[in-house]
């Protein structure tokens, strides 16, 4: 069988991470560019993470207020970009499964960061990469004389 192309490029992705092909050292561009990558992803995973967390919230305050308002009243929704007009009862069955879907998602994203952040550390780790900041607090703890290991420092 053949890979579809969405394996084939996670596996290439992969590959780059790992220092491109086999027994191919990666070279301090490429480690900082990895590594910054790395970073990137990180970050785009937490900015969604705060975006539906916001979403999950206003999605909690709306469904407080519906439930104590009678069930044959009109209310209004925005569907698709289309303001429709229904009963709290339609609506409010909606909105709940709607909120338990994001607190899902929040869920997985949470996991996903998790995994993201190890693999950030575990990279940080084999390639000696240290930030600017790191550099005075590690002249306190000397390195063994016989560390042969070079770092990458990235700003």
Not at 10 to 35: D, H, L, N, W, Y
Not at 42 to 68: C, F, M, P, S, W
Request: proline fraction near 4%; glycine fraction near 8%.
């Amino acid at each position: 069988m053949r890979n579809s192309p969405p394996k084939m490029a996670e596996k290439e992705e992969k590959e780059k991470a790992k220092g491109g092909k086999k027994g191919e050292p990666m070279t301090q561009e490429k480690i900082v560019s990895t590594f910054q990558k790395l970073r990137q992803e990180q970050r785009a995973i937490v900015g969604k993470i705060t975006e539906l967390e916001g979403e999950h919230n206003e999605y909690k305050l709306v469904v407080d207020v519906l439930k104590g308002v009678e069930g044959e009243r009109r209310c209004f929704r925005l569907v698709g970009g289309v303001l429709v007009e229904r009963t709290v009862k339609e609506v409010l069955p909606a909105l709940q499964y709607n909120n338990e879907q994001i607190s899902i998602i929040v869920t997985k994203l949470h996991e996903q960061l998790e995994v993201k952040g190890r693999e950030l550390s575990e990279f940080k780790e084999k390639y000696g990469i240290r930030f600017q900041g790191e550099e005075e607090r590690d002249k306190d703890s000397k390195p063994s004389p016989d560390s042969k290991a070079q770092g990458v420092l990235v700003s």
